[in-house]
């Protein structure tokens, strides 16, 4: 025993710090070594059985250590740990070593396997004393890890490589050392050193196994800072649409945002450091169970940035060292990877409409002081919801500041779409129905840019652009009319999987859009940019924001809104303009054209007969083709095809593999029709002798028609329209 733990003690070890140089920084350093006691400690007692048992054990105890899954759960056990496993070891195609095993604990669930899995058959094989064996599993188990991480130290590793061959050699031999064994082992060490070197193997210490083809890449991570960095000057998705995350949370419709812009200068949004206004919500971060829970897994996304249901108030990712700041932001340094996940709690309330209706502008100092969230330019604080002769103090501020004229036009647009609500969230509301509906404003990736001040042109000239345009214009605007308001970024909710419980996000879901504070409830999302054009799916469906259009309509139903847009207007947006693409303010049809709904259902209609006809075409393509032979076996099978595929468009159902016995007995038992002329005469078309087959396939055709005729006279018309425009026979429905 003294001998087996002096021999094996150093080639384990070289074994161990070969692995946890693949990790930086190494973690858990007394794991690893409990794993190495557990490697070794077969290889240290003798009977078979105690043997065996320890094996067992070390393996139970290590996947424990390793995956932080207890294996009391034998039904779950190894599922558990071979999926982790799995996934840790192709992770190793896709991150670059050294990795952080704080960001990638799969990652160092296989580095603790591997070691203990190496260990071991080292300590057996020392125990077993056999030095070839021995050494062999040396070199792989050392030099394989050295293959990952380039030139790194790459000289000093093979020599201690070398040095543990010859330890075990030493150690192993009863007789004096071959001569051959000391170059020998020094040749396999250089090839080890060599191999780690190599560029083919760890070019720029990223894994280069795809040749092994283990697994199908997934696709490479990509960046949407292009949407995020409050650029005008246009924008460009790519064409793939890159799956970037899935987020396992509830069915309802959010926002998953990753970072706020609050602060306007130099003619743009920018985001500044966290605020005491960015934590000012009803509840606390602390108290997850009132707050809305996600499980979040980045797939492909390029970023550093930790998202969350709009306002995302803390983050766990295990032992990642990731960065939460006040208010939501969370960002972790080294950068995303493939799988890693994380969860999220959120503060997102659904206040419905009337509530924010009564929520009132008495706001914190810490969000309408200077240097905060109504700042219209660095320096220029609008004065809040409520002040008195608000608007004139507003004009004032910006006569005040010469370089600030050129925001005239969009400070008397707001005051004339909504300085006369009496609510800050009827100001919101009025503004982002003007934005999405009324203003005549349309969705587009390159736009024209007014370059003294984007935005301005934007609102009052050219009226076209994409998310961000939207976005910031209607966060400074309410800021004018004294409502707290800032540019949210991240994604639109992407499209939901019922069956699993997950919302999957595209980077073309990438998005911008506005919060604003309301008393009682924190700060609330609220989309400007209009859904006719745009890339990003899904809406906001939180009552206050379904109800927006609803309530701006009853609280302005005959005035006229910045733009002119009359009472009569409205009632044709209400109508269906908005839902047909007209662009607001467009002149509805009258006199003897047909209304929209009549249009829609005209259409409707139009379409069903063209799927009814397409439906009864295929069939009759299809039948064809199925006779379109001189063979009188494959006649026969066509017939029975035929009379398969008729039944099971009646929703009467046989076996894929029924005879033409069966298929007769099913019609006498379902329809209460004598098929046998039928079944004789294609039986014997099909396997009667060649002399006579050609003349029964057609008194098989024959005698198929004859029975489908008596068969539809069996039917009531309701069912034999039915079978005929059923697509059961073409494998749906089934």
């Known amino acids: 025993m003294r001998r087996t733990l002096a021999v094996v003690a150093a080639p384990a070890v070289v074994i161990a710090i070969a692995w946890l140089r693949l990790e930086h920084p190494v973690d858990r350093q007394n794991r690893v070594i409990l794993v190495l006691a557990l490697a070794v400690l077969p290889a240290l007692v003798r009977p078979l059985g105690a043997r065996i048992a320890a094996v067992v054990f070390g393996v139970a105890a290590v996947s424990w250590l390793a995956f932080d899954t207890a294996p009391w759960h034998p039904l779950h056990w190894p599922g558990l740990v071979g999926a982790r496993f799995s996934d840790g070891f192709l992770d190793f195609y896709d991150v670059r070593t050294p990795f952080d095993p704080r960001v990638q604990p799969d990652m160092r669930g296989v580095i603790l396997t591997a070691i203990f899995g190496f260990v071991l058959a080292l300590g057996l094989a020392v125990a077993l004393r056999r030095p070839v064996v021995a050494v062999g599993v040396l070199l792989v188990g050392a030099g394989w890890p050295a293959t990952l991480t380039g030139n790194r130290h790459a000289l000093a590793m093979g020599a201690a490589i070398l040095l543990a061959a010859l330890v075990l050699l030493a150690g192993l031999t009863t007789r004096r050392i071959p001569r051959v064994a000391a170059p020998l082992a020094a040749a396999l060490a250089v090839v080890a050193v060599v191999a780690s070197t190599s560029a083919a193997v760890a070019k720029g210490e990223l894994v280069r196994w795809q040749g092994w083809d283990f697994y199908t890449a997934p696709d490479k991570a990509v960046s949407v800072s292009f949407v995020w960095d409050a650029r005008y000057d246009g924008i460009q998705f790519p064409r793939k649409v890159t799956t970037v995350l899935e987020v396992k949370a509830p069915p309802r419709s959010l926002y998953w945002r990753a970072a706020v812009l609050d602060a306007f200068t130099n003619d743009r949004w920018e985001q500044t450091g966290p605020r005491r206004g960015d934590a000012l919500e009803p509840v606390s971060s602390s108290d997850h169970a009132g707050l809305l829970r996600q499980d979040v897994r980045v797939l492909a996304l390029s970023d550093t940035h930790l998202v969350g249901a709009s306002v995302p108030l803390a983050f766990d990712a295990g032992e990642a060292p990731i960065v939460s700041q006040p208010g939501g932001g969370a960002q972790l340094e080294s950068g995303l990877t493939r799988d890693f996940r994380y969860t999220v709690w959120s503060y997102a309330p659904q206040p419905t409409a009337s509530a924010l209706l009564r929520s009132q502008p008495h706001y914190p100092a810490a969000l309408v002081r200077p240097g905060t969230f109504l700042d219209v330019s660095p320096g220029v604080t609008a004065p809040a919801f409520g002040t008195p002769d608000r608007r004139r103090r507003v004009a004032a501020l910006l006569d005040a500041h010469s370089d600030l004229g050129r925001y005239v036009p969009l400070e008397r647009l707001a005051f004339s779409v909504a300085g006369s609500a009496r609510s800050p969230y009827l100001a919101a509301a009025a503004l982002e129905s003007w934005f999405r509906a009324r203003g005549g404003f349309r969705y587009t990736n390159t736009p024209s840019v007014y370059a003294p001040a984007p935005l301005v042109g934007f609102v ?94 009853a609280e302005h139903g005959g005035a006229r809104t910045g733009q002119g847009t009359t009472n009569a207007q409205q009632s044709a947006h209400r109508h269906g303009d908005e839902g047909n693409g007209r662009a607001a303010g467009a002149p509805a049809a009258t006199g003897g054209g047909t ?63 029924a005879t033409l016995h069966e298929l007769g007995a099913l019609v006498r038992h379902e329809l209460g029709v004598d098929p046998d002329r039928f079944v004789l005469s294609a039986t014997a078309a099909r396997f009667g002798p060649p002399s006579g087959a050609r003349a029964a396939a057609v008194q098989a055709r024959r005698e198929l028609r004859a029975l489908l005729r008596r068969v539809r006279g069996r039917l009531a018309g309701w069912e034999r329209l039915r079978g005929l425009l059923s697509v059961r026979s073409f494998g749906f429905g089934q």
């Not at 976005?471 to 949210?488: D, E, F, I, N, Q």
């Not at 259409?603 to 799927?611: K, R, T």
């Not at 009188?632 to 929703?651: I, K, M």
């Open 460 to 553: 009052a000239q050219t009226r076209a652009g994409y998310c961000q345009y939207f976005a910031g214009a209607m966060a400074l605007m309410l800021r004018y009319l004294g409502v707290p308001a800032r540019v949210a970024e991240g994604f639109s909710s992407g499209t939901y999987d019922r069956h699993r419980g997950v919302w999957t996000v595209t980077d073309h879901d990438a998005h911008a859009w506005v919060e604003a504070w309301f008393r009682g409830y924190g700060w609330l999302p609220f989309d400007p940019t209009p859904p006719a054009g745009r890339p990003e799916r899904g809406a906001l469906s939180a009552p206050y924001a379904l109800a927006v259009r609803r309530l701006f309509e």
């Open 595 to 657: 209304s929209p709904a009549g249009g829609l259902a005209l259409l409707l209609a139009i379409l069903a007969a063209a799927a009814a006809v397409g439906v009864i075409v295929a069939k009759v393509v299809v039948r064809s083709l199925r006779y379109a032979t001189r063979d009188p076996r494959r006649l026969a099978a066509a017939c029975r095809r035929e009379l398969a595929d008729y039944l099971l468009d009646q929703r009467i159902e046989a076996a894929r593999s």
